[in-house]
Antibody
């Protein structure tokens, strides 16, 4: 069974750094793209970027380029989303999702990680 | 960047009625790269349709997708109580994904 299990909720202060994770299981982690999607409170879905764990090829949405870093450690089948300096506007639910092919849509989703940034 | 617009913003219908949701792109989208998702409160999105018209595994046949170019449609033939949710379209092109703003289908 394919599963994406995300790390738990985080509460941080503005200016702090953060790295959240998404662990894949039940499939060959290096063979499928993993994407990250933001959902701000009460708002819609925003695509942030994707990574191919097999070779770490990474692509970002222009809206998030330079604001976050996406990485992966294929030895432990885990993808990451990190911030070097959080802002209150980063408060959101963050989902990871597996992309089988660019035409297939995001089939498998993690449960989401809620990040709250507040002073 | 391709911008997706969804209409209406909210659709108020009764169980058993037909729902027609629209997704319009700012420029032509390959039909192969147009998908639809359903999201219920407190849950992750669920893929319904990919390639504009192919149902994802396990999706009931009351859900259907159609369209090409810049205009796409998600149709729910007869609304079941569990179908009241928010629906998003999503496209891929030029190494970028974008989501539409969503259509909320609520109970009239």
């Amino acid at each position: 069974e394919v599963q994406l299990v995300q790390s738990g909720a985080e509460v941080k202060k503005p200016g702090e750094s953060l790295k959240i994770s998404c662990k894949g299981s039940g499939y060959s982690f290096t063979s499928y793209w993993i994407g990250w999607v933001r959902q701000m409170p009460g708002k819609g879905l925003e695509w942030m970027g994707i990574i191919y764990p097999g070779d770490s090829d990474t692509r970002y949405s222009p809206s998030f380029q330079g604001q976050v870093t996406i990485s992966a450690d294929k030895s432990i089948s885990t993808a990451y989303l990190q911030w070097s300096s959080l802002k209150a506007s980063d408060t959101a639910m963050y989902y990871c999702a597996r992309l089988d092919d660019f035409w297939s849509g995001f089939i498998y989703w993690g449960q989401g990680t809620l990040v709250t940034v507040s002073s | 960047e391709i911008v997706l617009t969804q209409s209406p913003g909210t659709l108020s219908l009764s169980p058993g009625e037909r729902a027609t949701l629209s997704c319009r792109a700012s420029q032509s989208v390959s039909s192969s790269y147009l998908a639809w998702y359903q999201q219920k409160p407190g849950q992750a999105p669920r893929l319904l349709i990919y390639g504009a018209s192919s149902r994802a595994t396990g999706i009931p046949d009351r859900f259907s997708g159609s369209g090409s170019g810049t205009d796409f449609t998600l149709t729910i033939s007869r609304l079941e109580p569990e179908d009241f949710a928010v629906y998003y379209c999503q496209q891929y092109g030029s190494s970028q994904f974008t989501f539409g703003p969503g259509t909320k289908v609520d109970i009239k």
